[in-house]
């Protein structure tokens, strides 16, 4: 039987994995009916529908930038199970504003003085929700798995984290809004059931007064974190990716709408495609290094990934135009199109590529500081990563009010890739280096 098999049906872990899949999945069906109904149901503006795409990925990670630093002491200093189960709680009455949200749009009723403002207040908390269950679902593999199951583990979470967006998306792009706002209260529902199933995890040290200035605190933890150049060259090549990923998330639905004259099924489809390829990628890094933690196939990954991106780039430029009286394609009609396929390969290139870069980072994460500040060091990288993430969002609103269209904006995204693959060098360099020393 394989470690991950053995993982998938053990106690110690199957509890956490569903509640985190369960939790991915309601994070990308709400955030991904708000994104699609009101790109597709309320706005005709290229430059409006990206800036709402922008305005929503930034609003979901100013929390991590915020409470990641108290999340992390708080993951450290308390048992994790207990903390599990408070966060999945507080999910069900998040999800019941932002249900209501959704029921609202779906009516038409007050689209702009309530239904949108209750969806955005909705994925703020949503975020909190994330940011304190992040160093958790990381920091407690660790504790509860072997030293050689930890990068399979890591795998799975990763892997089963992108099989729940894939769902949520494709869930999303193909369920009326006022379904998805049934779904949204269901499923928080049962990932508290979940949550409750999650073995007892105490506190590795002991526990210390926590800091509630939530800016001395997160310049403090950042500062201590990084101040170990193996985490600190690890936690900037994360938040590279994520600062990618971020752009390319956002451009997705206006992306799709206004280039490729396709309907939200397609771009649910698109989201789907780069879920399973970060899946893959997750578990393939897993058989390339046979278990071992290491930094080894992240530099080649990353450029791999900017490569695709530049074919990516290449085919939607070279994409057929359209009339603006033309109606969208749907699926089955996009799919038949004579670039679909290269499109769509050219995209899954760039999700396993990435998957396969950033599953051995946070590993290495985990399994390089001592088990007691696991949950810190993982909030430390989640802080640099949301500011990563906030610039990206940012960045892609810079680029939209200047004008860019969307489909160059895909070239900046692919340089960037260069940077994150110096960076993984370096950490590869420095893990050798100690492996030698």
Same mark, same amino acid.
């Given at each position: 039987m394989t470690t991950t098999t053995k993982l998938i049906r053990a106690r110690r872990f199957l509890p956490l994995f569903v509640t985190q899949l369960l939790g991915a999945f309601n994070d990308n069906l709400f955030k991904n009916a708000m994104v699609l109904f009101v790109v597709y149901g309320v706005y005709n503006s290229e430059a409006a529908e990206a800036r709402f795409s922008a305005?929503? =990925?930034?609003?979901?990670?100013?929390?991590?930038?915020?409470l990641s630093a108290l999340a992390g002491q708080l993951a450290d200093m308390r048992d994790k199970a207990k903390i599990i189960r408070v966060i999945k709680a507080c999910e069900i009455a998040i999800m019941v504003v932002g249900g209501t949200g959704l029921a609202l749009a779906w009516q038409h009723v007050a689209l702009d003085a309530l239904a949108i403002p209750l969806m955005l207040l909705a994925l703020f908390a949503m975020g909190v929700h =994330?940011?304190?269950f992040g160093p958790i679902k990381y920091a407690i593999l660790p504790q509860h798995l072997r030293e050689g199951e930890v990068l399979s583990g890591t795998g799975l979470v990763e892997a089963g984290t992108y099989i729940a967006v894939l769902a949520g998306t494709i869930v999303a792009g193909w369920i009326s809004v006022d379904h998805a706002a049934i779904l949204v209260v269901i499923i928080a529902i049962l990932g508290y059931v979940a949550g409750r199933k999650v073995p007892s995890a105490p506190p590795m040290c002991t526990p210390e007064p926590l800091d509630f200035h939530v800016l001395r605190a997160s310049i403090r933890l950042v500062r201590t974190t990084l101040s170990d150049r193996r985490v600190f060259l690890a936690?900037?090549?994360i938040s590279f990716f994520w600062a990618i990923g971020t752009v390319l998330f956002i451009q997705f639905p206006p992306l799709t709408k206004n280039i490729l004259n396709a309907s939200k099924e397609v771009a649910s489809l698109f989201l789907v495609i780069f879920s399973v390829g970060v899946a893959i990628g997750s578990m393939a890094i897993n058989a390339l290094l046979k278990g071992t933690v290491s930094a080894r196939w992240s530099p080649i990954s990353v450029i791999g990934m900017g490569a695709f991106l530049i074919a990516f780039q290449e085919v939607c430029a070279i994409w057929p135009g359209h009339l603006a009286t033309d109606p969208l394609m749907n699926v089955s009609t996009f799919l038949v199109q004579p670039l679909a396929l290269a499109l769509l390969g050219t995209l899954l290139g760039i999700a396993i590529c990435g998957g396969m870069f950033v599953v051995p980072l946070y590993a290495f994460l985990t399994t390089f500081v001592?088990?007691?500040?696991?949950?810190?060091t993982i909030a430390a990288n989640n802080?640099?990563?949301?500011?990563?993430?906030?610039?990206g969002a940012l960045v892609t609103g810079v680029m939209t009010w200047l004008g860019l269209p969307v489909v160059q904006q895909m070239m900046v995204v692919a340089i960037a890739c260069g940077a994150s693959a110096w960076l993984g060098y370096l950490l590869f360099r420095a893990e050798k280096s100690a492996h030698t020393a």
């Open positions: 305005l929503a =990925s930034g609003i979901f990670v100013i929390p991590f930038f915020l =994330s940011t304190f936690v900037c090549s001592d088990k007691s500040l696991t949950a810190r802080i640099v990563n949301s500011g990563a993430m906030v610039v």
